[in-house]
């Protein structure tokens, strides 16, 4: 039963391509290009290699499957190269999205951080302003002193005259 109804998934028919699901097969790549980068596949293919030149140069003649120029072994290590570099090629384009996105993160975090920032400060400056507009207990101190400095002055010149009755 088909539908023509555009809010309705369409069932899934016949298809020409095989489909996969590009994740898992990403996260597969992924794992074989870390290997791949690891000294044990290093170790592993250079015993795999010498074992195969040791058995095809030493063996019977008869058990011998590659002799010298060893032309399998190099068309086997050529079809090796061949899948992994476009295995280390697509893990690598999927560690350049996953940086995209953490690079992304990253700059819209330094975005509110410099917002932030930029409110503190401001505040701040209101801040400073506002107290720059109130008595300080040294301004008031100050004040005090020279009050009573001008009620010195203004009352001592009265008692030091003398008195008549």
């Known amino acids: 039963m ?3 109804r ?3 998934p369409r069932e899934l028919g016949p298809r020409l391509r095989p489909s996969y699901d590009r994740e ?3 996260r ?3 794992r074989i290009a870390r290997f791949l980068g690891t000294a044990r596949f290093l170790v592993y293919m250079t015993g795999f290699v ?5 058995w095809n140069v030493f063996a019977p003649a008869s058990w011998r499957f590659d002799p010298y120029p060893f032309i399998f072994l190099t068309l086997m290590l050529s079809l090796q190269a061949s899948y992994a570099a476009p295995l280390i090629l697509l893990a ?3 560690q350049d999205d996953r940086d995209r996105i953490q690079n992304d993160h990253d700059r ?3 975005e509110r951080n410099q917002a932030d920032v930029e409110y503190l400060t401001r505040e701040i400056a209101a801040l400073r302003i506002a107290l720059g507009e109130v008595a300080t207990r040294d301004y008031i101190r100050s004040e005090l002193q020279r009050l009573q400095e001008e009620l010195r002055e203004e009352y001592e010149p009265a008692s030091t005259a003398p008195h008549h009755p």
């Open 2 to 4: 088909t539908t023509d």
């Open 6 to 8: 555009l809010d309705q």
């Open 24 to 26: 898992a097969f990403g």
């Open 28 to 30: 597969l790549s992924e």
């Open 50 to 54: 010498a074992l195969w030149i040791t």
């Open 92 to 94: 690598q384009n999927r």
């Open 108 to 110: 819209r975090a330094a």
